[in-house]
């Protein structure tokens, strides 16, 4: 077991080092793991096992995120506009002929953070207008998507030219703030003008929050660049942390009773594993989603003292 | 996220220094023979310098070479060369990629020709290029310019290329060429055809160039021009006879100093009528991690390089003084266990956790001799109780290690068919009498003396504690001479002090726990870095593994045969050729040490003397120290390095375990029960204490 | 100066048919004992479908699909030269299809060379995912002897006896020992390495910097600092190509570099990007691809399917 413990800190060390921006040194993961009961003599071992979860956290910090933000806007918008270009030229390579036709397609385009501007993947826009040194006009407010006719009366476009509506995310979990806050949005637009092209492009989705998506709103593409299936769900029999070889002493049913029995403490049914149950591992730089086990990010503001590894940035409903 | 940046060692090895960065962390000897002095720079005999790795090897040629000099001397160039006697032409030899001089439906002799037409042009090119940046601007360069070039074309078979008209041109000149023939090589395995023209004649321009710089220009006259060749391992076996072959045929101004990691050198034969070049006649060794193990400045030179890493990693100034002082300092970041007579403090832990409770050494003692008595092999004890009367007289509690002696001695006694009751006793005298200071000396000393850190790696095993690698001057002798692996090790334990939430070097020492998880990573990386190139590898790392093994089950054995045990020696002359392969091989990859033996250069070793690199010795929880010398028969050997043997090596193993193990020692049972006669002089020896 | 990422990429259908024009005049595989690779050649509509055999699987000629093409030669450009001249021959006019799933990287590469000498100037490669990765992080590709790190034919460069800013770019994959034996073999090199972000699965980032961490000693850190992190996709080669440009440009601006050596020991994709790369912009340079050579690969007994990737591979004239 000591040496198990050992190999579980020598990863942390590790990952602290390179990965996860130093959030993680022995004093802070020491301070979370006395959150957790000692064992008196037999195993298993609630702090272990707190240990094991804890060396399978997924962080994205501040470079990777930049870097996806890259990627999101460069294989998931670019490159179907640039193929349609190529396709529609006689494949060709020019770039004398595919600069301007890009462009004109880009100026026709609006990216729009989904959700309320306060929210994270608002927050995101920023860095990912930076990252891709997009121009300022292109991003707009929801509230900008449309204007009164004369000011008060039916509702138009506000820009009739946009060809295409882009609504980023950071991620997508169970689809249910995705959906509310697309649905009408996206049949208000679609009325206005049917063959406008909206996309919800999202860097971590669920594969069934993505589904959702695609399933309940009239988007004409919701794609994420990492889709986390049921594996990534902790205690699931699929799951990829529990896959075999798994060490000696660690054991997936003990582990998941013991997420429930404190997650109870910390957030109402059905929520207890992360939200909706997700049984999440992952964080990232700006934000630890709640559909990560709340053991990792509580922070005793509202319930037990605990003190998280990896805190989040709740969102406050007014 | 920039805390690799903050870890002072860092940078490990030479090659990630630039140029200004070798000359700022450059530390020298202390006192007695300095790196010049070793290396020689001006001397005209060729010489090899051979070292494992993280010896320092590179770092040592690339301070001798032009970019460094440059620095060095600053303004005052060419009077600094020619002080120096010297102009270092550095060259890596992985820079030619000459891996691909071979095969491609080209016959051997072929490529052979092409190399040494490659090398001339590469070389040439280096040292042309070299002797312009030195001297380009000199007015006696542009007056003998013309003069220069002529003679220097005479050496070339130039054809359709035109003749360049200025030393820079013929620079180019030489690039293209070399290009054309890289360009011909390279196409060869895809055409099938190798179309190459040889301009210069091997030699001509290597020690030509140097000869008519020499002539020409007055800051060269009497220089050294000195081809530094590191990376040599780089290079095939044929590669390596043509530079034994420029060495052989070596002409003045020129010399050679090669780099070459110890598995590397792989012939010293020649092309010169087929003659081998001997050492003390066409070359001379410096062999440079075991120099500096030898030299009993080591520990002063290694705290000194970590003194002055500092130094520059906090932009402090240091000079040799400051250096020096620093240096002297550093011992006191480093946490380490008290001393106190006895080891009492050292050996708190055991009283500590056994409150009230027996000492997990008396328990196993208590077994054995319950054992021991079932099979009437405990001559002197007859009944249980008679047990505890002699464990009784064997404790200590105040001191544990000492207890350990005494338990120790018991086993030893045991092992020689004594009677136990007497023993026990006579143990109980001697420590009463030690404790008070009265003994005379004797084999109670002895053993405390010898095998005190062993008792003290066992006390630490049988209660579940890390083996201790605490503090600097432990550090500096794991190195062994390879200033790298010291800074690797310093590194692992910087990073662990800083994961821990500690201040390393800036006022609370680092701790002991920090110095532990930082040694056994550092071992760990170690033991992974070793895997070499090739199937051999594994045939080596199997035998290492079995030594590691071997001497593990010595160390914490009932009663060790040597003490310390790390260190084997063995007639390798009576071994399979194989087997004396695979130690071989060990020894160039430095996982063995070779520490002695008779050796002599031009026959086969008779009785060889290797220390398992100190490195490793946290992976199988062995002594730094080198002390006990474990001597294994050939047939041993074979067992242990011979794949083909190997089978046999557990038989060999738990046999020689046995004779340290309770209550039996290897002693044959006779069929009625009963030990043998009891002896006066045991048949093992008890291991001879270097 | 060509854009890479234009260059035509997607996905083609798990279950189902594949697109009639989805189709190959001669179509070329490396046989392993994958599911994927085997689904994948029986769907692969062509005149001729050639599988290859590779002496470093170690496939008895029991086990040897009906047909193949094996040699004992360990010399890619001979082993691809044999192939060819023996099974195809003159190609001109004709498609190439190529699954590179199951090739041992330096036969892939000399691959792209013969191609191009041989005029062809564009061909489709296909690439597969399984459904799992055995073991995570401890997924073992090659056996770790490494016979010799060495330049691969036809990608050998003119190199230059300066060696005073020297650089070695990895694409750096799990293999720690061959990113360590490549790094010590052109130990006195700036070390660049390129990460796989985004990955193919969203762990695997992760567990590739935790298995490239235990080569740090012998190529210093990739999240050490911004500068000196890079990153490409997993699975596509023409980000890739364009990432490694912009670190050449890069560098080269700071201070021109004397030696160039690439080193993709990382996804399959990756390495045809290094290789088109290296085709379109490095030939005749002081530029090579180098590679540590292994005497034995994993036959890979994975199952399942994923996905597939096509790309459509643009070749220069060479």
């Given at each position: 077991m000591e040496e198990l413990v050992r190999s579980l800190m020598a990863k942390i060390k590790t990952l602290n080092e390179t990965l996860w921006e130093q959030r993680a040194r022995e004093p802070n993961v020491n301070e979370w793991l006395d959150n957790f009961a000692i064992s008196?003599?037999?195993?298993?071992d609630e702090r272990v096992h707190a240990l094991f979860l804890l060396s399978n956290f997924m962080y994205f910090g501040s470079i990777q995120i930049r870097e996806l933000l890259k990627a999101l806007y460069r294989d998931l918008y670019r490159y179907p506009i640039m193929e349609g270009i190529r396709r529609a030229n006689?494949?060709?390579?020019d770039s004398a002929v595919i600069g301007p036709s890009f462009e004109a397609e880009r100026r026709a385009t609006r990216f729009l953070g989904a959700g309320n501007p306060s929210e994270s993947g608002c927050h995101l826009l920023y860095y990912f207008r930076q990252e891709n040194a997009l121009s300022k006009d292109l991003f707009i407010h929801t509230h900008e998507i449309f204007t009164r006719?004369?000011?008060?009366g039916a509702l138009q476009l506000r820009y009739p030219n946009v060809t295409r509506y882009i609504f980023i995310d950071d991620f997508c979990g169970s689809g249910e703030q995705g959906v509310s806050y697309l649905r009408d949005l996206v049949e208000d637009i679609r009325r206005l003008k049917p063959k406008v092209f909206i996309g919800y492009y999202v860097l971590f989705a669920t594969t069934s929050g993505i589904s959702r998506i695609r399933n309940e709103t009239a988007v004409n593409a919701a794609t994420a660049i990492y889709e986390l299936d049921s594996t990534f769900k902790c205690f699931s029999v699929e799951s990829r942390y529990f896959q075999a070889p798994v060490p000696t002493g660690i054991d997936r049913v003990f582990c998941r009773q013991m997420c429930d029995r404190y997650g109870r403490t910390m957030v109402d049914a059905p929520h207890v594993l992360g939200f909706e149950d997700s049984e999440l591992l992952v964080g990232f730089h700006h934000n630890t989603p709640d559909n990560t086990l709340p053991i990792i990010w509580f922070d005793g503001a509202a319930g037990p003292p605990w003190k998280p590894i990896f805190r989040r940035y709740p969102k406050i409903e007014w | 996220m920039k805390d690799a940046a903050q870890n002072p060692f860092n940078i490990t090895k030479a090659v990630d220094f630039s140029d200004q960065e070798i000359h700022d962390y450059w530390v020298d000897m202390p006192t007695g023979d300095s790196f010049s002095s070793m290396a020689?720079?001006?001397?005209?005999m060729p010489m090899l310098i051979v070292g494992g790795k993280g010896s320092g090897k590179t770092h040592l040629m690339r301070y001798f070479s032009y970019p460094l000099q440059r620095i060095r001397h600053g303004r005052d160039l060419l009077e600094g060369i020619r002080r120096d006697g010297y102009i270092g032409i550095y060259l890596r030899c992985g820079g030619l990629n000459s891996a691909r001089f071979r095969g491609k439906g080209q016959p051997d002799e072929k490529w052979d020709d092409v190399f040494a037409y490659y090398m001339e042009l590469w070389l040439s090119q280096l040292v042309l290029g070299t002797a312009l940046d030195a001297v380009g601007e000199m007015p006696e360069v542009l007056s003998r310019e013309p003069n220069i070039v002529r003679d220097l074309l005479s050496l070339v078979d130039l054809r359709e290329h035109t003749s360049p008209k200025s030393l820079w041109d013929l620079n180019l000149l030489l690039r293209g060429l070399q290009k054309e023939l890289d360009v011909a090589v390279n196409n060869s395995g895809m055409t099938g055809k190798l179309p190459v023209h040889i301009t210069v004649t091997r030699g001509d321009l290597i020690f030509g160039i140097p000869k008519v710089f020499a002539a020409n220009l007055s800051p060269f006259r009497d220089c050294l021009f000195l081809y530094l060749l590191d990376e040599f391992e780089n290079l095939s076996e044929v590669q390596q006879r043509y530079i034994q072959t420029l060495i052989r045929e070596r002409q003045n101004p020129c010399s050679f100093k090669i780099g070459a990691r110890t598995y590397g050198i792989r012939t010293l034969k020649t092309y010169s009528a087929d003659e081998e070049n001997k050492e003390g006649s066409e070359f001379e060794v410096l062999p440079l991690d075991t120099i500096l193990r030898a030299n009993d400045r080591y520990q002063e030179f290694a705290k000194r390089l970590v003194a002055k890493r500092l130094a520059e990693f906090n932009r402090v100034p240091s000079n040799v003084e400051t250096l020096n002082s620093m240096a002297q300092s550093l011992d006191k970041h480093f946490e380490e266990f008290e001393k106190s007579p006895f080891g009492r403090s050292e050996t708190a832990f055991v009283t500590d956790k056994y409150v009230g409770r027996d000492r997990p050494y008396f328990k196993t003692l208590r077994q054995n001799l319950e054992k021991g008595l079932d099979a009437d092999a405990a001559r002197g004890l007859s009944v249980p109780d008679e047990i505890e009367k002699a464990i009784a007289l064997l404790r200590c509690p105040e001191f544990p290690l000492l207890e350990k002696v005494n338990i120790f001695i018991f086993y030893r006694e045991w092992s020689k068919c004594h009677n136990l009751q007497k023993a026990a006793k006579e143990i109980a005298d001697d420590c009463r009498a030690f404790l008070a200071g009265t003994l005379k000396h004797g084999r109670y000393q002895t053993v405390l003396e010898y095998f005190r850190a062993d008792l003290l790696a066992q006390l630490l095993r049988e209660t579940d504690q890390r083996q201790r690698y605490v503090g600097l001057t432990t550090f500096v002798e794991i190195s062994s001479g390879f200033p790298r692996n010291l800074l690797i090790i310093l590194k692992h334990i910087f990073a662990w002090a800083t994961f821990n939430g500690e201040f390393p070097f800036r006022g609370t020492p680092i701790s002991i726990r920090s110095q532990q998880a930082g040694v056994l990573e550092a071992s760990e990386w170690f033991y992974r870095d070793s895997r070499m190139i090739g199937r051999q590898g594994q045939h080596v790392m199997d035998g290492i593994n079995r030594l590691g093994t071997l001497f593990r089950g010595i160390r914490f054995s009932e009663k060790p045969s040597e003490c310390s045990c790390c260190t084997f020696s063995s007639d390798l002359s009576r071994c399979t050729d194989v087997a004396r392969r695979v130690v071989d091989l060990a020894d160039k990859w430095s996982l063995l040490i070779n520490v002695g033996g008779q050796r002599d250069r031009n026959t086969e070793r008779v009785d060889a003397k290797y220390q398992l690199n100190p490195m490793l010795a946290p992976r199988w929880d062995l002594a730094i120290y080198r002390r006990g010398v474990l001597a294994l028969t050939p047939e041993e050997i074979d067992a242990a390095f011979n794949p083909e043997h190997a089978g046999k090596f557990d038989e060999f193993a738990e046999k020689r375990i046995a004779r340290m193990a309770a209550p039996f020692f290897g002693h044959a049972r006779r069929p009625l029960g009963g030990l043998p006669p009891e002896r006066t002089q045991s048949l093992f020896a008890d291991g001879d204490y270097d | 100066m060509i854009d890479y990422t234009l260059m035509y990429k997607g996905e083609l259908p798990v279950e189902g048919d594949w697109p009639p024009a989805v189709r190959w005049d001669v179509f070329v595989s490396a046989y392993t004992s994958a599911e994927r690779v085997q689904r994948v050649f029986r769907k692969a509509a062509a005149e001729s479908r050639h599988w290859l055999v590779f002496p470093e699987y170690g496939f008895t000629p029991e086990k040897c699909p009906a047909g193949a093409f094996a040699s004992e030669s360990r010399d890619e450009a001979e082993y691809v030269r044999s192939f060819w001249d023996n099974s195809i021959g003159d190609i001109a006019g004709r498609t190439v299809g190529i699954d590179i799933t199951g090739f041992i990287r330096p036969y892939l590469i000399f691959m792209l060379r013969w191609l191009a000498q041989r005029g062809v100037r564009r061909f489709d490669a296909l690439y597969t995912e399984p459904v799992i990765y055995a073991k995570r992080e401890q997924t073992q590709f090659s056996d770790d002897v490494v016979v010799e790190v060495r330049q691969i034919a036809g990608f050998e460069g003119t190199h230059s006896p300066d060696t005073s800013n020297d650089c070695l770019i990895i694409g750096a994959g799990y293999d720690h020992q061959l990113i360590a034996q490549v790094a010590e073999h052109k130990q006195f090199s700036r070390k660049i390495q390129i990460f796989g972000l985004p990955s193919l699965r969203a762990d695997m980032y992760q567990e590739n910097v935790l298995q490239a961490y235990r080569a740090e000693e012998a190529v210093g850190r990739h999240t050490a600092d911004e500068s000196n992190s890079y990153f490409a996709p997993a699975n596509d080669p023409f980000v890739t190509a364009n990432t490694l440009r912009q670190i050449v440009t890069r560098i080269d601006a700071l201070r021109p570099i004397t030696n160039l050596y690439l080193s993709p020991v990382a996804t399959k994709p990756q390495v045809l990007g290094f290789a088109l790369y290296y085709l379109t912009e490095?030939?005749?340079?002081?530029t090579s691809l180098i590679f540590p050579f292994c005497e034995a690969y994993n036959p890979e007994t994975t199952k399942g399917l994923s996905r597939i990737w096509k790309y459509t591979v643009e070749l220069p004239p060479v």
């Open positions: 008196d003599t037999n195993p298993p006689h494949d060709t390579l006719v004369g000011g008060l | 020689k720079p001006t001397s005209p | 490095r030939l005749n340079t002081a």
